[in-house]
């Protein structure tokens, strides 16, 4: 599996930004995916995941409420909705898939193998 992100950018302080994440390779659907995000001088922490068939989400309570993750119809796209972005919200954002498939998704760093290229979003204040 390969990942692609993209979507990155300025964007204001309440306004709203969509991320997305493109999975490609053999059997991209069957697993889980998750949006991460990692500031200067800051660990890389979980935002969201969704599990392989789109049906199970989880969140970090900072962005509960105010970010939407959902995967695309063919389940190989899988996305990232801001709404509401604060200033200390920007970050390299990135997105991982699951190391096995058919799983419901994680907060653990560990338990993601495939990284993409990370996308950079500013928020302005």
């Known amino acids: 599996v390969q990942l692609q992100a993209s979507g990155g950018g300025l964007v204001q302080a309440g306004g709203s930004l969509r991320l997305s994440c493109a999975a490609s390779?053999?059997?991209?659907?069957?697993?889980?995916l998750g949006w991460f995000r990692q500031a200067p001088g800051k660990e890389r922490e979980f935002l969201a995941s969704?599990?392989?068939?789109?049906?199970?989400?989880l969140y970090a309570d900072s962005v509960k409420g105010r970010f939407t993750i959902s995967r695309g119809n063919a389940k190989t796209t899988v996305y990232l909705q801001m709404n509401s972005p604060k200033p200390e919200d920007t970050a390299v954002y990135y997105c991982?898939?699951?190391?096995?498939?058919?799983?419901?998704?994680?907060?653990?760093?560990?338990?993601?193998?495939?990284w993409g290229q990370g996308t950079l979003v500013t928020v302005s204040s």
């Open positions: 969704v599990n392989w068939n789109g049906g199970r989400t």
């Open positions: 390779g053999r059997a991209a659907s069957t697993y889980a």
């Open positions: 991982a898939a699951d190391r096995l498939p058919f799983r419901s998704g994680s907060q653990d760093r560990g338990e993601y193998e495939i």
